[in-house]
């Protein structure tokens, strides 16, 4: 990539960060301030590309802290606060929030990212015990310019423009959007989503398990994660048949558009994983024979995203079994609900890291 394509990648990163922040204050000022929710997600996986040479891995914040902080990396202890609000007071008010919940012990850092172009002005406390500091989009659009090289300015360009897509946003210039059939189905996936959480988790669990245990295991924020995945069009249900479309699996967490389902996790999946990035999931066939040399055995959770778009009902158990039942248009990948699947492995209790599809080996070469 030579130097204009560098500058022309970045105009367009900055192009649709601008946009975001136009629709997202437009939003906020008919009062609908869901939307603003929905941006600490786009930035989440823009800020981990942006420092992945710094191994930054930001999560998304329980509830209770959202006063507070947003993202945080529990092993670099960062925390960072996403917002649209730019009131002169803004900054002091969370730096007070932050200390008075007691954050300071969990966290050396807090970063305010403010989404416009804008920020508040006002004297920082020298003496604070954490290190803190805030950017407007114009200076967090510099810091993706200096922390990125083209790789990554793609992967960024790729999130803006092809992963996600605000309301109202046409996917291609020259295509007009249908505003209200978009924002009505917006709002429908709004409802759901905060219909399916309170239905589902475990009411104020921050209360019952600490952020240590969600991060390692963030299937314990549900009531119970096991429940009937069922297509809109099975007949076989509750029999098992060669062509039945439901089964009997595990929600793991949520995420932006949807639910992350816990696809064998009875099973203790592991990987292999070569000196040079490369992996396969190991066979039952492979379970026994020694770890190839070059490779190291790490587990693995295989995880399905399903979409709010395909989730049509729900419901609390039947006659049949007690488990909550998620009804589903399997329009997604291999004749499935998923919308794509991930592999999160690990060495250790974290299953943070995710494993790059581009690098599986083929099947034949996986099991020579």
Request: with cysteine; net charge neutral; aromatic share 14%.
């Amino acid at each position: 990539m030579n130097l204009i394509d560098v500058q022309h990648m970045n105009q367009r990163i900055k192009h649709k960060l601008f946009e975001i922040a136009f629709i997202i204050k437009s939003f906020n000022q008919t009062g609908d301030t869901d939307i603003s929710r929905y941006a600490e997600l786009y930035f989440k996986d823009i800020i981990n590309k942006m420092f992945k040479l710094k191994k930054w891995k930001f999560e998304k914040a329980v509830k209770v802290n959202q006063d507070t902080y947003d993202l945080f990396d529990n092993k670099k202890r960062i925390c960072i606060q996403i917002t649209s609000n730019i009131r002169k007071s803004k900054i002091s008010e969370t730096i007070n929030k932050f200390k008075k919940n007691g954050h300071h012990h969990d966290f050396n850092e807090l970063i305010i990212l403010f989404l416009s172009d804008k920020k508040p002005k006002g004297e920082i406390d020298p003496n604070l015990n954490f290190k803190y500091s805030d950017y407007n989009l114009i200076e967090f659009a510099s810091l993706i310019e200096n922390n990125c090289a083209h790789k990554e300015l793609i992967e960024i360009r790729d999130i803006l423009y092809s992963k996600y897509e605000l309301p109202n946003s046409p996917k291609r210039i020259g295509i007009k959007s249908n505003t209200k059939t978009t924002e009505r189905e917006f709002l429908k996936l709004i409802k759901l989503e905060k219909d399916l959480k309170q239905e589902l988790l475990i009411p104020e669990y921050w209360k019952h398990y600490s952020n240590e245990e969600i991060v390692k295991n963030p299937y314990l924020k549900f009531k119970s994660s096991r429940f009937i995945l069922r297509a809109i069009d099975d007949e076989t249900y509750p029999l098992v048949e060669d062509h039945s479309k439901w089964n009997r699996t595990f929600m793991y967490d949520f995420y932006d558009k949807g639910i992350l389902i816990w696809l064998g996790a009875l099973m203790d999946y592991k990987v292999l994983i070569s000196d040079n990035g490369k992996w396969h999931i190991k066979s039952f066939e492979q379970r026994d024979k020694p770890i190839p040399n070059g490779f190291t055995e790490a587990s693995v959770r295989i995880l399905g995203k399903l979409p709010y778009k395909n989730i049509v009902h729900y419901k609390d158990g039947d006659e049949y079994y007690n488990d909550h039942h998620l009804y589903c248009n399997y329009r997604g990948i291999n004749d499935s609900p998923f919308e794509e699947l991930v592999y999160y492995y690990s060495y250790t209790d974290y299953f943070t890291a995710e494993l790059d599809k581009i690098n599986e080996l083929p099947e034949e070469l996986a099991n020579a």
